[in-house]
């Protein structure tokens, strides 16, 4: 992060404030269709999206944009919108976890970041079933619920709990994640598959997973989580140590300690620790 390009604190809090707000109106969206039903289409053959999804995200963009109406917005359902000159670009995925919302499978969350010249800025992250608010902004701590989060101390891939995830092209691709999968399952404690991204990120940020990797992410996915894993002192990076971009799709997200053995597990290097 390049501390000297930050905004001034208010600013900051501001922006948290208003990213706050609005992942409360679409969590509360969000639960009104969980109780009352809603309509399912699909993208592509595993691919859904339902009424909540473009419901709770309109409710973030008419959120956002009536407090900072210059903004940019990048959000999953609508895509991109505002002035090209504005230095904050709000990064939306009003629910990510669908498939498991759509089951009633209960994990699931709404996902708002704030990127600011390019830089991940404040993280949002509600999971409106457990009540659970995560929140980071950068230089300032990341907290769930107003406490504040911390990795896990766990020093070895052998004794950590991982997660990861598949994106909806597992059957077109064999770049699907199911090698990486396999192979660390046999060298972690265990592998879980949640369904959400954004939670994923922040339970490494808890300490509740020690490391995450995924292979085929969207901006939305990580511009919240990213920032609440890196303040909750976690490392984040592509598939290589020294590079991240949220556009670059990859994402090893850890405690830092068992990052290098992660890499090298994805990497089928053998384990040098
Ligand atoms: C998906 C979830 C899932 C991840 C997929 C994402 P969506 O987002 O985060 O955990 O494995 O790659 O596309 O579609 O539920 O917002
Ligand atoms: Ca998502
Ligand atoms: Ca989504």
């Known amino acids: 992060m ?23 109106a679409a969590g509360a969206v969000i639960l009104e269709h969980a109780r009352s039903g809603f309509r399912i289409d699909y993208k592509a053959a595993i691919n859904l999206v339902t009424d909540a999804d473009r419901q709770a995200e309109e409710r973030i963009v008419r959120t956002i944009l009536s407090a900072y109406p210059s903004h940019r917005i990048l959000a999953e359902e609508r895509g991109q919108d505002g002035a090209a000159d504005s230095p904050c670009r709000w990064i939306i995925d009003p629910l990510d976890g669908t498939t498991n919302f759509a089951h009633g499978f209960p994990f699931y969350c709404v ?14 992250v509600l999971d409106p079933v457990r009540r ?5 902004v950068a230089g300032e701590g990341a907290y769930v619920n ?3 989060l911390h990795v896990s101390a766990i020093t070895s891939l052998e004794q950590s709990l991982l997660v990861t995830g598949f994106a909806y092209n597992i059957r077109e691709t064999a770049d699907n994640n199911l090698d990486h999968f396999s192979r660390i399952s046999l060298r972690a404690q265990a592998v ?21 990797w995924e292979v085929k992410l969207s901006p939305w996915d990580m511009a919240a989580g ?8 976690g490392l984040v990076s592509g598939f290589n140590r020294e590079t991240f971009s949220l556009y670059g799709q990859e994402l090893v997200a850890t405690n830092g300690h068992i990052h290098n053995q992660l890499l090298d597990a994805i990497h089928q290097r053998s384990d040098k620790s």
């Open 146 to 148: 107003g406490e504040r």
């Open 2 to 24: 390049h501390t000297l390009h930050l905004p001034p604190q208010a600013e900051r809090a501001r922006y948290l404030a208003t990213a706050i707000q609005a992942a409360e």
């Open 132 to 136: 659970e608010l995560f929140t980071g």
């Open 226 to 233: 990213v920032v609440i894993v890196r303040e909750a002192g």
């Open 111 to 124: 996902s708002i970041g704030l990127e600011y010249n390019g830089e991940p800025l404040v993280g949002v």
């Open 192 to 212: 879980r598959r949640t369904g959400s991204a954004a939670l994923d990120l922040c339970y490494v940020a808890s300490g509740r997973f020690d490391g995450y």
